[in-house]
């Protein structure tokens, strides 16, 4: 979660295509930067995407100041 310019730094950062971002570019546009609360949404969506067993995944959030939340998942 995170503006659009953060997502970009996301991708350029850790290499990562549209389709990786999908969710939360998606969040984005259906409901605008919420701040922390965002990475609900995305998390959201893509556990209706039934993750395979076994992925990794990194769930960031960016909240008001500089605040930032950050967890390693393994499906």
Partial sequence: ????????????TFSLTPERLQHAT?????????????????LDRFLAGHPRSGAP?????LG??????SVVLRW
Avoid: I, T
């Fill in 26 to 42: 998606s969040v984005l546009r259906d409901y605008g930067n919420m701040s922390s609360p965002s990475v609900l949404f995305v």
């Fill in 64 to 69: 008001p100041g500089f605040s930032a939340e």
């Fill in 1 to 12: 979660p995170g503006g659009a310019k953060v997502l970009a730094a996301y991708a350029e």
């Fill in 57 to 61: 995944a990194l769930l960031m959030a």
